[in-house]
Structures are given as structure tokens and as C-alpha cells.
């Protein structure tokens, strides 16, 4: 009885790590009619300005965590102008949509 237990409950066993979901991955490109440099300035403050307090800068784009989500922008040079790109992932679908669309809409 309890070898016939063990067998029916073994394959839920096996498959209960499945249930974790992998994070949401959010991202957007947008031309820019400013500088890189500018860019990647504007995009600090509108982190500061939606409350993120973590924020790493350094050549590459521009890091930060808000609560679980993770962010990344990185402003690429074309020609005398820019693009930005955003990135945000994090577990809960909502809240990354919510902060890749607020970078997004205010940096312009």
C-alpha cells in the first residue's frame, strides 16, 4: 500500500518546480532627437522622478531595481540624434508593462 503511494505521488513530485514562471521580459526601441548623451541624462531623471533609488550608471546604459523588477537603458548613438532602448523584467507581468511604458512615454 504504501509502495503504490509513493509510485502515484512520485510524478507530482517530479513536476512541482514547473510551477515557477520565468520572469517577463518588457522592451521598447524609440528614435530620439537628441543626443545620446542627452538621452541617457533625461532617462536618469525620469527613473529618480518615478521613485527608483538604485540607480547604477556607467557607459554602457543605465541600471536600476525598483522593488523585484530590473531596468536597463541604454541610449545608442545614430548619426547626431539617438535610441533609446528600455528593458524591464520582473515576475509580475502588470508592473513590468507599468514601468517600461512610464520610462517610455516620459523620456522624449
Known sequence: ????????????????????KPPELWSWFKDMSKSSEACKIQSSFILDKIGVKNIIQ??????ATFQSNRIVIKC?????????????????????????????????
Open 76 to 108: 545608442l548613438p545614430k548619426n547626431r540624434n539617438s535610441i533609446l532602448w528600455v528593458a524591464v523584467a520582473g515576475s509580475d507581468k502588470d508592473s513590468v508593462e507599468l514601468i517600461r511604458n512610464k520610462i517610455i512615454s516620459n523620456v522624449n
Open 1 to 20: 500500500m504504501k509502495k503504490a503511494l509513493i509510485l502515484l505521488l512520485l510524478p507530482f513530485a517530479a513536476f512541482s518546480h514547473v510551477s515557477e
Open 58 to 63: 556607467n557607459e554602457y546604459g543605465v541600471y
